[in-house]
């Protein structure tokens, strides 16, 4: 790598080194995070999440600490630099919008806009009134907006700070279900088209499966894991292999889709393994995830029946990992597909009467219905 590679790296990167120390709670962390895309921060409840933003912000002042964002120093105690919150170019989401409720929705826009000198703004009320589908509540008050369009008004105007970064404190927590699948299509829009940074804290895998690059997962106070999302989510050393909805992320490219039967095929990495699934027609070549979860996969050690079975989906699979789950009859068996990491919650007793190994060749059967896009 070139050195002017090299610092053009270094400087598309967060940095974030934390010491804070109360008598009941010990935050300690060196992470050093993607400049760009969204980094989810997960963890039970007690974990740190919430101070770690509140460090990124300058809500809280750590003992001892570095923060650079893509080469801007916003903390160094070392060197006694701290910048106030007023003065760190972010932009912050919390769970309840609060938006102003004597103004119109478009004036509480222009408050976020306003904050930012004209020739400083790297988002305009235009574009970001697009980007979060708002554009047809400009004039209304946020006493008449539901759950989720107070949420995606908040977003919009945090937005319009034109933020260096974007922290995201669990900005779906309040909503119910069907709010939450409203709101996370335009989430995953600023992931594609803004180049700004997000960190997102959430406690809810199908949100950072979903939506995240890259994955902290915090434990009491510390990084137990940080890494990319489709590596960290397929750990069988950490908690999230075992929980009750455990799944892993693959990408590949839209191949074709199927009009007589609604169903979409996916490559993914490698060119062997393509997966089909029930989905709207999208252009070939696009890019796209799916998440896949443990609990759905089944393994066979032979294809032979698979004319005889209603799943579509039969991977060829290395095995290169078991453990044992929270419950004794079960485990979780570590997949590789041509490169791409699987996970199966299937029985001991299908372990043992397959008498499946760690390095055999197998077969991974996942139902197109059971595919989440």
């Not at 393994?273 to 050690?301: W, Y």
Request: proline letters at 5%.
């Amino acid at each position: 790598m070139s050195e002017l590679a090299s610092q053009r790296d270094s400087a598309s990167a967060i940095e974030a080194r934390f010491l804070v120390d109360h008598h009941d709670f010990t935050l300690d962390l060196d992470l050093t995070l993607p400049g760009r895309g969204v980094t989810a921060i997960f963890g039970h409840s007690g974990s740190g999440k919430t101070t770690l933003l509140r460090c990124l912000a300058g809500l809280a002042r750590p003992k001892q600490g570095k923060l650079v964002v893509n080469g801007e120093v916003w903390l160094d105690t070392e060197r006694d630099i701290f910048l106030p919150t007023h003065k760190r170019p972010l932009g912050y989401v919390f769970q309840e919008a609060s938006l102003f409720p004597h103004l119109s929705v478009q004036k509480n826009l222009r408050y976020g806009l306003e904050r930012v000198p004209a020739a400083q703004r790297r988002v305009d009320l235009a574009q970001a009134a697009e980007l979060l589908g708002i554009g047809q509540l400009l004039e209304r008050m946020p006493a008449g907006l539901s759950g989720g369009e107070r949420q995606r008004v908040g977003i919009a105007r945090a937005l319009l700070t034109s933020p260096r970064l974007l922290l995201l404190d669990e900005p779906l927590a309040s909503l119910d279900q069907k709010r939450k699948l409203e709101i996370l299509p335009y989430l995953e829009r600023l992931h594609d088209e803004l180049d700004i940074p997000m960190l997102y804290v959430s406690h809810a895998p199908e949100e950072v499966a979903r939506l995240a690059d890259h994955l902290v997962l915090l434990e009491a106070g510390r990084a137990l894991a940080s890494g990319p999302i489709a590596d960290t989510l397929a750990r069988l050393d950490l908690p999230l292999a075992f929980i009750d909805d455990a799944s892993v992320v693959l990408e590949g490219v839209v191949a074709d889709h199927d009009s007589r039967y609604g169903l979409l095929s996916l490559m993914l990495p490698g060119n062997r393994a393509a997966l089909k699934f029930v989905h709207a027609p999208l252009d070939a070549g696009k890019p796209m995830r799916i998440t896949v979860k443990a609990r759905d996969v089944s393994l066979m050690t032979g294809i032979y029946e698979h004319e005889f079975s209603s799943v579509l989906n039969v991977l060829p699979a290395k095995v290169i990992e078991i453990a044992d789950d929270a419950t004794p009859a079960q485990v979780v068996v570590r997949l590789d597909v041509d490169g791409s990491p699987l996970l199966a919650r299937i029985t001991r007793y299908s372990i043992e009467r397959l008498e499946i190994k760690v390095g055999m060749q197998v077969w991974a059967q996942v139902k197109a219905v059971s595919l989440l896009a």
